[in-house]
């Protein structure tokens, strides 16, 4: 019967090279005050034993977890996965942070909380306790949340907050989403649309009032008809996405496209535009923010606004750990880049 490998440890390392458990850690770290002939002993017994730290290691030699939290919303989330309708935001999120995190020798913890709830602060508090992150990253909505920003702040945690546009304290990333949304709607006006429908997302989220600006300005802009009633409110579900719909195609006079602020309300008003036997794009052309993979697959693809979810969090993770080691970074609020991807959803209106 084959013999297991013994599993090299810190232990090990610093019974070989003759030092403590203490010393071998800050040889990893690059800590202070270990002298030169110290560490050449104990790099050669790592190398000689084939040693890989561990995150235990590691902070034992000071003060730093090599942890990041991500916080994400426990009802969305939970919503999204059970539902299997094809987003990929969570995965696009982790995606960005781990990689970046693998890059620096750090991990990313991944924690589902409800922003609404009275125990909102227990629950953060309890995860802060048993991991002791070196930094947070917040999605949206929690970094418009001053309940949770007050309490990383006043515990002294670094924290990003992806989407949030505000100021407050922490690192402010996004994409510009007023920019983004005036984009689409000069796609649609550069079509030859002068009833451009809006739907709106949720008004907790920072982002969806932002959207609502750009779709605003670029329609002024553009000279086209600004009319309150072609804004129709939705929260980002596809439930509030077809009622929105309906509510715009009742009008007398219609919309000839239908931006809407997500994929699940764009794909619910393609749905509601087949059910009136309308033809997209033919008599309805529709844009999407988003960019989630089952958006490519619909019949016509829809055209979409693609978010940088993972350069964001990539983002995220790198200013917090910068930050960790004592380098100075700014706290001007980072910007990343967009794309519109034109599909087969638009195109110009029947005269």
């Given at each position: 019967m084959p013999t297991r490998a013994r599993t090299v440890t810190i232990k090990h390392v610093a019974a070989e090279a003759g030092v403590s458990l203490q010393t071998v850690s800050r040889v990893i770290n690059d800590g202070p005050n270990v002298r030169d002939a110290v560490k050449e002993r104990v790099r050669e017994a790592?190398?000689?034993l084939g040693y890989v730290p561990s995150i235990a290691a590691r902070r034992m030699g000071g003060s730093r977890s090599?942890?990041?939290?991500?916080?994400?919303?426990?009802?969305?989330?939970?919503?999204?996965?059970?539902?299997g309708d094809g987003t990929d935001w969570v995965d696009q999120m982790l995606l960005g942070g781990m990689l970046e995190c693998a890059e620096h020798d750090y991990r990313m913890i991944f924690e589902l909380v409800d922003t609404h709830s009275a125990h909102v602060e227990r629950e953060i508090s309890s995860a802060l306790s048993a991991l002791h992150p070196d930094g947070v990253i917040l999605t949206p909505p929690h970094g418009d949340n001053p309940?949770?920003?007050?309490?990383?702040?006043?515990?002294?945690?670094?924290?990003?907050r992806i989407g949030s546009t505000g100021e407050g304290?922490?690192?402010?990333?996004?994409?510009?989403d007023s920019r983004a949304a005036a984009a689409a709607t000069e796609h649609l006006l550069g079509l030859g649309h002068h009833r451009i429908g809006f739907i709106t997302g949720s008004e907790e989220y920072a982002l969806s009032a932002a959207r609502l600006d750009?779709?605003?300005?670029?329609?002024?802009?553009?000279g086209a008809v600004e009319r309150p009633d072609l804004v129709a409110p939705g929260d980002f579900t596809f439930a509030s996405g077809l009622a929105a719909t309906r509510r715009l195609l009742a009008l007398p006079e219609p919309p000839t496209a239908i931006l809407a602020s997500s994929d699940q309300m764009a794909l619910a008003a393609l749905e509601v535009a087949r059910g009136a036997g309308l033809d997209v794009p033919g008599d309805l052309?529709?844009?999407?923010?988003?960019?989630?993979?089952?958006?490519?697959?619909?019949?016509?693809?829809?055209?979409?606004?693609r978010q940088p979810i993972a350069a964001m969090t990539a983002r995220a993770a790198e200013l917090l750990i910068r930050a960790t080691t004592g380098e100075a970074v700014g706290d001007e609020p980072s910007v990343l880049p967009f794309d519109l991807i034109v599909r087969g959803s638009t195109a110009p209106p029947r005269r």
């Open positions: 790592i190398t000689r090599y942890l990041l939290l991500a916080l994400n919303d426990r009802d969305r989330t939970i919503e999204g996965w059970r539902s309940e949770i920003t007050e309490l990383l702040t006043s515990k002294g945690i670094p924290f990003a304290p922490g690192f402010a990333i996004s994409m510009d750009g779709y605003r300005a670029a329609v002024r802009a553009g052309s529709i844009v999407s923010f988003d960019d989630t993979p089952i958006v490519k697959f619909s019949a016509p693809s829809l055209t979409a606004i």
